[in-house]
């Protein structure tokens, strides 16, 4: 089968994994801990994808160096206790992944999480080795700055117009710009599908299975958004 596209990236945290209700409870908790004042919901949702200490800066851009390594601590041991059974995948997701392989996509993550934090979720989920790279916030430069990106294309030698960021966050999509891809838009995550259109996905979905369809049937140009929206 001719496909536009060799390899597949994900997001993990709101893309593959039902986390995000769990990472704003945790920051609200560790907002607590520190005795800062706890930012709404949307606010907290509007960080997911950076790098932690990154996402702490932008809650709460008064605090100095240490201070935010004193809330990522809290926020490490908060999220550890709710995360003693890591976040469910979201329906379809472990199907399609499947199904991607068996049609030779290469397949890649690249995550806003620790590695410490994305390798005990991989093994929770039987993947240790499962994905041909996969790149933490910790170890590269943080989303929306494409060099985790770039650091998988390289693995992979293959070329950006070659691969698709698939993301649930306005920092998926700005990476996928930045390193001259072209990304698909989950609304089940961080950010609606109305906020993330902005930002030029080549389709927007509704369910991750949905994905799947789409590349089988969408050539490369199509700007699309499938599912009940239309």
Known sequence: MQRDYDLLIFDWDG??????????????????????????????KGIIGLALPEAISVLYPHLDAVQVAAFR??????????????????????????????????????????????????????WEGYFDITRAADESRGKPHPQMLEEILAHCQVEPQRALMVGDSSFDLLMASNAGMHSVAVGYGAMSLEALSAFGPQVCIDHFSQLQAWLRRSPVAAHSRVGEHG
Do not use: W
């Open 73 to 126: 601590q809290h926020y490490a041991d908060v999220y550890m206790a709710l995360d003693d059974q890591p976040s469910p995948l979201f329906d379809g997701v472990v199907e399609s992944l499947e199904g991607f392989r068996a049609e030779g996509y290469r397949l890649a993550v690249a995550t806003g999480k620790a590695r410490r934090g994305l390798d005990r979720v991989l093994r929770a989920n039987g």
């Open 15 to 44: 893309t593959l994994a039902d986390s995000i209700g769990r990472i704003v409870e945790a920051m609200h908790l560790a907002a607590g801990r520190a005795g800062y004042a706890t930012c709404d919901d949307e606010a907290v």
